[in-house]
């Protein structure tokens, strides 16, 4: 009798199961083209998802909705941050959906984890994130890499460093202890020397630390020029947070890749007042895409576009425009062609390293205003610098791109 | 393995040995068929999983079920059992023995060591240990990255394969296969872990989770048995560890989270720690409730939350005992106490 | 290096201090209710995110402090009601997983009132800057946070040692069973021990509002030094967590003048010694 009923139940949950979960299996040629959107709504970075998910939709309704006359098909989905997730979503929607394209991730560790599903897969990925590793000894014939590599992000911050402050010469780094923190710092040491700053000091800190004033402490005896900050995410927000209650305004914070404008509005205006920062985005850029782009975009969302949305934008922007350039929706002449071409991005001219595959593009630096000077409240800072250095082939990881 | 809500340990032996012979194959039978019909309902990618984290959920539950050891630390052999046998198979040693036992040598050392320390304490005393040496554990992973490749994982892990006498050697490069593989895994311990349960083994465990000074003024070695339970749990959670590595080619640094021990715990208490199949079916209704949920509303761990609180008010002894019986609450004889 | 130590050395009083004002908190629900208490993180993000709304009204800072204790005494009362009675005496592990749940439920709660992006605060004007103490530099709202959590923790120590509700709370904690036979509304007690321990959980998170922000998963980072606080303190000692919570945090703080990246795990590494040496904790007696 009960083990009927447990059959019962178990046939009853199967059926409901089926009920939800997805039947379609491989990509038809003439159904609609799937792009996935893989980001963190939940979790440290839940910030980023929905706006990542706004970026793309737009850049998909923009084009009409349509690419090389099939609909275009977003599958968004949450990876919670997390690496683990992030592989399962993936391969999920690879094998269940028929997703060939997708945008992933905004961290990292999840990105790196999925670009192992799509070179196995050979579904492209178009992803963003910090680290170096993705057009390093990391790098893959199906993904690309939107941010700008550390190196640049360095370059073009110390560059504006050294030309606004002539007489300044020390800098203390405060480095998070892994690899992207390890990477930032690894460039500081290169590009400080050209630049005749001199490194006095640097500490270490684990990632996800909350209790910043033991290193700073050492920061404010040591009287540095510069305090550097090879620290991204809530880290920096809680290290520039804790640096500005000791008061010291001597010293200038700067902050080659620590804060997109995204995250900028979790610092109090007083907090934020002054500092350095390289951006990958900002909507000040001007661009004719750009200027578009956070025209449609505020109109939409009532809010301008930062890093994640901008990202989602182009990226999906260039997939299309890459399709109808090979009018293919074939993953392969995708890559081809997105090697090959050269195009006008929200950040100005735009292309693909076809060694690494790194986006090759510029990079920003803002300097933040006071509370005084903003004249709405997401008017953060203003563009002082604008610089696309790339990272030094002898410097690149990245060995052979694999064919495809 | 008991479907009927009795306490694992004395009572279930009794029952499965003394019970009609054809409730235990019906059992047997209606597990297999649950195993072959999952991945005809959803991807199989999420199947495997299931079937993943049902061994590591199982493996759990000789502790917190039979045993009544609440460990807060299995992620820490998960983890390292993904690590070290997806260092040898991104190393290019691909013999599949020679891959799960060294992830079983290497896990089952290491939850020595944890159990040498935790196991004489009681109560949130072991859970905290265990909780301090995953952690601990989890740091050494993230900082050592020449081998565990720190906060990006351990990529570029390839599948094993099976060499058999006559048959040749099997590759596991298919999802399919590879399936049918974790899924035989699967089987295998579950027949395994009851085994165990059934054993005098686990009855003298079964006998200390109910009291401890009894079972040892009967004479009974307890903490050196309870440290060779830990030992199997941690090897068994080790292979599990192993399969996830091999599931996504990539050993990720979250795979040794104490999140990781968190939701295991989780899936066994949700699904019943009375029997093996309680945490199976507590692995698979988590991970299938994750995936439906997260698709809902971005906020869905609001509803993970409320799911998690309803099933411990109203169906305490987990949702397998929901299947088998009436839940407590309909039947009306409530007992409500404050200790 | 000798100023260096003695600065780490003030630094880490000073957010040992915090640490204490949170396990004390842990302690009072443990040794009253006897509940793993998993939601203190949660209840502690819940203190500084009352603790923002209340500033971004203009109100003081110091009726901020107020409302994380309260509205997290209250969130506390429902626990206690909603989560851990219905569960009953199952044992830690039924309560640990619904508190566990009501956790979630919580973080998920800040997300959906004040949204995805973390928020800062700046403490009041004569609180800014940072005060010379000839040897070091100290944050001057550091140095308040300090001497505000020590002044919490002797007036939670007055009320609990010098009134009645202090010694029903004692007899509560040393003989469970005697309380009911002496004709105290146990329920009740229970329930603003309850209260009380939250309500610290909630003034700690206000205080921390203005060091780390509000962030819906800053009560995580919280929690586990909470409980080993609570566990290096001794489970059945009422104050052995705030000499606890000073230890951590001068130990991490002394931890990066050698090795910085080794200050999270250190308190792990820590508590796993002294429960080597001393299984019960240091202050914890059998």
């Keep these: 009798m009960r083990m009927a009923s447990t059959r019962r139940s178990l046939l009853l949950s199967a059926a409901a199961l089926t009920a939800t979960s997805m039947l379609p299996a491989r990509a038809q040629k003439t159904g609609p083209v799937a792009i996935g959107v893989i980001t963190p709504t939940t979790g440290t970075f839940a910030y980023a998802g929905e706006l990542v998910a706004r970026g793309a939709a737009l850049a998909v309704e923009m084009h009409g909705g349509k690419i090389l006359g099939r609909d275009i098909r977003l599958l968004t989905r949450d990876d919670e941050g997390k690496p683990a997730s992030g592989v399962r979503r993936v391969q999920e929607a690879v094998s269940s959906e028929g997703m060939r394209f997708f945008l992933g991730a905004y961290s990292s560790a999840v990105g790196l984890a999925e670009s192992e599903i799509a070179q196995r897969e050979k579904v492209l990925q178009f992803a963003a994130g910090g680290s170096e590793d993705f057009t390093g000894s990391r790098c893959g014939r199906y993904t690309l890499q939107w941010s700008a590599h550390p190196y640049t992000a360095m370059r073009a911050t110390l560059d504006y460093a050294r030309k606004a402050f002539p007489q300044k010469k020390t800098i203390y780094t405060l480095t998070a202890d892994y690899v992207f923190g390890q990477a930032l710092l690894k460039y500081a040491k290169v590009v400080a020397a050209e630049l005749g700053f001199e490194l006095i000091g640097n500490d270490n800190h684990p990632f996800g630390e909350r209790q910043y004033t033991q290193y700073l402490t050492k920061v404010v005896a040591a009287k540095p020029d510069i305090l550097l900050l090879n620290t991204a995410g809530a880290d920096a927000v809680t290290a520039i947070r804790q640096f500005s209650s000791f008061g010291d305004d001597k010293t200038a914070v700067v902050g080659p890749w620590t804060l997109e404008v995204d995250q900028l509005a979790e610092l109090a205006p007083e907090m934020r007042t002054g500092l350095i920062l390289g951006q990958n985005y900002y909507p000040d850029i001007d661009t004719p895409a750009n200027k578009q782009f956070v025209a449609n975009y505020t109109k939409k969302f009532s809010a301008p576009p930062g890093y994640s949305a901008a990202y989602a934008y182009d990226a999906v922007r260039a997939i299309l425009l890459a399709m109808e350039a090979a009018n293919s929706t074939e993953v392969a002449d995708v890559i081809k062609s997105l090697e090959q071409m050269s195009w006008d991005g929200v950040l100005g001219k735009m292309s693909i390293d076809p060694k690494n595959h790194q986006l090759v593009r510029p990079y920003f630096v803002v300097r933040c205003k006071t509370a005084a000077d903003m004249r709405n409240p997401t008017d953060f800072a203003e563009i002082v610098a604008t610089e696309g250095k790339q990272q030094p082939a002898e410097l690149n990881e990245c060995k052979q791109m694999p064919a495809l | 393995m008991n479907a009927d809500g009795e306490p694992a340990g004395v009572s279930d032996a009794g029952v499965s040995k003394s019970g009609p012979h054809l409730v235990s194959i019906a059992k047997v039978a209606c597990v297999i068929a649950a195993v072959a019909v999952l991945p005809l309902m959803m991807p199989i990618n999420i199947a495997t999983e299931i079937m993943i984290f049902g061994i590591f959920a199982m493996a759990t539950n000789l502790l917190i079920g039979t045993a009544g050891l609440y460990s807060f630390g299995q992620a820490a052999f998960f983890g390292a059992g993904g690590y070290a046998a997806g260092f040898l198979l991104a190393h290019g040693w691909t013999s599949l023995p020679l891959v799960f036992g060294f992830a079983v040598v290497v896990t089952g050392l290491l939850a020595a060591a944890v159990g040498l320390v935790s196991i004489k304490r009681v109560g949130i005393y072991f859970m905290m240990l265990t909780f301090a040496c995953n952690q601990l554990i989890y740091y050494a992973a993230y900082s050592w990255r020449s081998v565990t490749g720190g906060e990006d994982g351990l990529a570029g892990v390839r599948r094993p394969v099976l060499e058999l006498p006559f048959v040749g050697a099997i590759p596991f490069d298919d999802n399919r296969v590879f399936y049918a593989f974790t899924a035989v895994l699967f089987l295998v311990a579950m027949a395994f872990l009851v085994r165990v349960v059934e054993s005098p083994f686990g009855l003298v465990l079964a006998a200390a989770r109910q009291n401890t000074r009894r079972a040892a003024s009967l004479g009974y070695p307890v903490a050196k048995l309870q440290l060779v339970a830990f030992i199997i749990a941690g090897a068994v959670s080790g292979i599990a560890g192993a399969l996830f590595g091999m599931l996504y080619r990539i050993v990720p640094i979250d795979s040794v989270h104490w999140f990781g021990s968190a939701y295991v715990v989780f899936m066994v208490v949700i699904g019943g720690t009375r029997s093996m199949i309680g945490p199976a079916l507590g692995a698979f209704v988590f991970i299938w409730l994750q995936g439906l949920l997260s698709l809902t509303w971005s906020r869905w761990p609001l509803l993970l939350g409320l799911f998690v609180v309803a099933t411990m008010i109203f169906q305490p002894d987990g949702l397998l005992a929901l299947l088998t019986k009436r839940p407590a609450w309909l039947s009306g004889r409530r007992e409500r106490s404050r200790s | ?286």
Excluded at chain 3, 84 to 110: D, H, K, M, S, T
Excluded at chain 3, 192 to 213: D, Q, R, T
Excluded at chain 3, 222 to 233: D, E, R, S, T
Excluded at chain 3, 260 to 278: D, K, N, Q
Aim: proline share 4%; net charge positive.
């Design chain 3, 1 to 286: 290096m000798l100023w260096l130590i003695s600065a780490q050395l003030v630094n880490g009083i000073a957010i040992g201090l915090v640490y204490a004002v949170m396990s004390f908190g842990l302690s009072i629900i443990k040794g009253l209710l006897n509940v793993p208490n998993f939601a203190h993180g949660a209840l502690y993000a819940l203190g500084a995110y009352i603790c923002y709304a209340v500033v971004s009204l203009q109100l003081p800072f110091a009726i901020g402090l107020a409302a994380a204790f309260l509205g997290a005494a209250v969130a506390g009362l429902l626990l206690d009601r909603f989560a851990i009675r219905p569960v009953g005496n199952g044992g830690y592990l039924p309560q640990l997983i619904v508190l566990f749940g009501a956790a979630l439920i919580i973080e998920q709660l800040l997300l959906i009132g004040w949204g995805t992006v973390g928020l800062s605060y700046s403490p009041p004007a004569m609180l800014r800057g940072a005060l010379n103490l000839g040897i070091t530099v100290v944050p001057r709202y550091i140095a308040f946070a300090s001497v505000f959590s020590a002044l919490v923790i002797v007036l939670v120590w007055l009320l609990i040692e010098r009134t009645k509700f202090g010694a029903y709370v004692r007899a509560g904690i040393e003989r469970p069973e005697t309380t009911q036979a002496l004709g105290i509304n146990v329920e009740l007690l229970l329930s603003s021990g309850m209260m009380l321990g939250a309500g610290l959980a909630g003034l700690a998170g206000g205080l921390a509002l203005p060091i780390v922000g509000a962030t819906s998963t800053m009560g995580g980072d919280m929690l586990g030094i909470a409980f080993v606080v609570l566990v290096i303190g001794g489970l059945g000692s009422l104050y052995g967590s705030i000499a606890a919570g000073i230890l951590v945090g001068v130990v991490q703080s002394l931890t990066t003048i050698v090795a910085p990246s080794a200050s999270t795990a250190i308190v792990y590494v820590l508590m796993i010694g002294v429960l080597l040496f001393r299984p019960q904790g240091l202050f914890g007696e059998r």
